[in-house]
Every structure is written in C-alpha cells, then in structure tokens.
C-alpha cells in the first residue's frame, strides 16, 4: 500500500464538514473516491444508515475500498446523551461492522476520526497516550469506536481531533453558528471555561491525506497549535472577520444547561503530527483570516 496508490478510496459522511473537503482534498489521490451522505446524499454521494445495523458493513463489502475514511458519525453530542443506543450505533457498532469488512480486504486501511471528548478535561492539552475517561456519551461512543478500528487491523488509524472549524454554506460549526449570529446583530451565549485547539478542516483534510501516504496507523492527534478558551476564540474570530464582538456574551458552563457534561481543559497535542508530517496545522489568527477570504469570495 506504501508504493502504489490505493485504487479505491471510500469516504463516509461525505456530506459532512470535513467529509466534504476530504472528497476534494482525495480527489487525485487514487483511482476513485467515492463518498456516503446520509440527509444530504445527494446524485454523487451514496446514501448510507449508520444507525442502520450491518448497512455499512455491507456497502463497504460491496465497495471493496483500499481506504476507508469514516468522518460521519453523530456528532450532536445534547443529542447523543439523550439518544444513547443511537449514539453507541453510529458511533462505536457500525464503525466496528465496518472494520470487520475491511479486514477482509487485503492491505487495506480504515482511518476513524474521534475527538477529545474521550478525555475528561482535567488536564488539557492532551497527548495520545493520556489516560481516556470520558464524561458523557458522545466520547464514550467515540472512544468504543476507536478502540473497535484499532482491534481489527494494526494497519488502521485513529485520528483525533477537535473544534474544528471552516467556511462552509449552510454549515453549522462554530465559526458559521458565530457568523450567521454577529453579522445579523444576535447575541451569542459562549462557554468562558472550556478549552481546546481549534482546528481548521481544510489543514486537517491535507493531514488526514498525508497521514494516509505515509500509512500512518495506531493513534495521532490531529488539531490547531493555539490552546485556547472558547470565549477567546469567539472574540479573536470576531475581531479578524470584523464583527462587533461586543454580542459574544461569555458564561461559565455550568450556567449553559447542558445535558451532556463537558470536558473543561480539553485540546490536543500534536508533536506526532508535526514529527510525521511536518507543521501544517494553522493557528486561531491565520485560520479564520483564511476562512474570511473564503467567505469574501463566497
Ligand atoms: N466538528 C468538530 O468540532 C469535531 C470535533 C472532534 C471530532 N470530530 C469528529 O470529526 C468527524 C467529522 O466531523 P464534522 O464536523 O465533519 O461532522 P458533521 O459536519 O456533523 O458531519 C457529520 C457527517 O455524518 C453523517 N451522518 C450523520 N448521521 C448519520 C447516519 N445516521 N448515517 C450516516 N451518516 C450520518 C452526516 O451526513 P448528512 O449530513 O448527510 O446527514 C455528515 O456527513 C466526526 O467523526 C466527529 O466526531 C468533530
């Protein structure tokens, strides 16, 4: 797998933030790339279920990929807390159905993209041999899923990330929920006490591609260099994309009525990434300038 180009690439939740710019960022990068949707299947995109038990397992025996990318998943995580058997479905069965499958497929590679809510925030930024210890059901689904894919071939990957971030129509990460909010004179209620490293999708698309050349496999941190609060982020955002930041209105956790518990000092540490593929991950300041010429031009 390490000389040839892989012949097929199957990406999963292409409909999705980076499921999306993964489709583009691959396009090239093998004989054919082929994505799922699910809501937002589209003509291009095949229409996948992963709440749907065996529904992947056997798209991906049909498909015979080299490389499976899973970036979809339920990412909601108010959602999976009060939806819990859904959660654990989408996220940790049918990524499990899927990397049974691949197995069958010689040489081949499945990269399953988690999250630092497998960490309990105590004592962020993390590395990828912290202790996991998740504090609500989205990381717990999350980490049943990484640990899945690891147990089913040594050539998979888990690439955790976190906040990610892009300009992207329609879309709904932060930086879209912050500038649909501002630009239309909203307040917006933001968490002062959590942590993280915003990661910018198009950086981490190019990651995951690199990552995948180098037949990268086990655990790696993929995110943003800046450890940051939520509120700091929203307010250095504001400031690059000229809103008036004045709206962002910063409050404890704890004050937010959350279902799902979160982890407070979270964010990830990325010296394997930079050891393995070098420094390609932008910071909060040239991210979002990046974001805002995507969004003038848009
Ligand atoms: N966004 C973040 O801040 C963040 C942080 C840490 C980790 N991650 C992880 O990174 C990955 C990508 O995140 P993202 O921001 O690109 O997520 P996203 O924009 O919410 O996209 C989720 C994708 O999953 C698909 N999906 C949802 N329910 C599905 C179902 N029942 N069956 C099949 N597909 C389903 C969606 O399809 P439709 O849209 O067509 O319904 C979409 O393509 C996820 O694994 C997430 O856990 C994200």
Redesign the pocket.
Same mark, same amino acid.
């Given at each position: 797998m390490n000389s040839a180009p892989p012949k097929k690439i199957l990406i999963?939740?292409?409909? !999705?933030?980076? !499921?999306?710019?993964c489709l583009k960022t691959f396009s090239g990068a093998a004989d054919q790339v082929v994505g799922? !949707? &699910?809501?937002?299947?589209n003509l291009d995109?095949i229409r996948?279920?992963?709440?749907?038990a065996g529904?992947?397992g056997e798209i991906v025996s049909r498909l015979q990929p080299d490389i499976a990318l899973?970036?979809? !998943?339920?990412? %909601?995580v108010e959602g999976c807390e009060s939806s819990k058997e859904?959660a654990f479905q989408?996220?940790a069965e049918?990524p499990a159905d899927i990397a049974r499958e691949m197995k069958k497929i010689p040489a081949s590679k499945f990269v +399953?993209?988690?999250? %630092? +809510?497998v960490f309990d925030g105590d004592a962020g930024p993390y590395g990828e041999g912290a202790e996991v210890r998740p504090l609500n059901v989205?990381g717990a689904s999350?980490l049943e899923g990484e640990k899945a894919v690891l147990e089913a071939s040594e050539n998979n990957l888990v690439v955790? @990330?976190? @906040?990610? +971030?892009s300009f992207?129509a329609g879309?709904?990460? &932060?930086m879209m929920q912050l500038l649909k909010r501002l630009s239309q004179g909203e307040k917006m209620r933001v968490p002062i006490d959590q942590w993280a490293t915003p @990661?910018y999708?198009p950086d981490?698309a190019l990651a995951l591609k690199k990552l995948v050349e180098l037949d990268a496999r086990g655990i790696i941190h993929a995110a943003g260099p800046d450890f940051v609060s939520r509120l700091d982020f929203a307010k250095k955002a504001a400031r690059i994309l000229n809103l008036d930041e004045t709206l962002i209105e910063g409050l404890p956790t704890a004050d937010l009525n959350q279902k799902a518990r979160r982890p407070l000092k979270a964010g990830l540490r990325t010296e394997l990434l930079k050891q393995k593929v070098g420094v390609l991950m932008r910071g909060v300041e040239d991210g979002v300038s990046d974001f805002k010429s995507l969004f003038a031009h848009s």
């Open positions: 999963i939740g292409a409909s !999705g933030q980076l !499921g999306r710019l799922t !949707g &699910f809501s937002r299947a995109l996948l279920d992963l709440s749907k529904e992947a899973l970036c979809g !998943g339920m990412t %909601d859904k989408i996220n049918s +399953y993209l988690s999250t %630092d +809510y989205y999350k955790r @990330t976190t @906040t990610v +971030y992207q879309g709904n990460n &932060f @990661t999708a981490l």
